[in-house]
Nanobody, 115 residues
Framework: QVQLVESGGGLVQPGGSLRLSCAAS????????MSWYRQAPGKERELVAN????????NYPHFTKGRFTISRDNAKNTVYLQMNSLKSEDTAVYYC????????WGQGTQVTVSS
């Protein structure tokens, strides 16, 4: 059974940083395409970062590029999202997603950027 458990969310001031973690079980993150998505109230879920299964190729939409970094630790079977220079518009529930032969979602972790 595949499980993805996100952690690391919380309240941070604008300009601050957070690091989210996604601990996986039932699959190996080195053999999956891993992504982070977010969903703000009243909005659709959107991709914020992706790391490919091979060569650790990453990609980001324009609104996170240069501020967010996705990475994985194969020994810990965990994927991270380092978020810097946070803005109020980054407030959302952040979800981890894994894709092997099927897609899997975590339960999400709340990130609130506010002074």
């Amino acid at each position: 059974q595949v499980q993805l458990v996100e952690s690391g969310g919380g309240l941070v001031q604008p300009g601050g940083s957070l690091r989210l973690s996604c601990a996986a079980s039932g699959l190996t993150v080195s053999s999956a395409a891993m992504s982070w998505y977010r969903q703000a109230p009243g909005k659709e879920r959107e991709l914020v970062a992706n790391i490919a299964k091979t060569f650790d190729i990453t990609n980001y939409p324009h609104f996170t590029k240069g501020r967010f970094t996705i990475s994985r630790d194969n020994a810990k079977n965990t994927v991270y999202l380092q978020m810097n220079s946070l803005k109020s518009e980054d407030t959302a529930v952040y979800y981890c997603r894994a894709w092997t032969t099927a897609g899997y979602w975590g339960q999400g972790t709340q990130v609130t950027v506010s002074s």
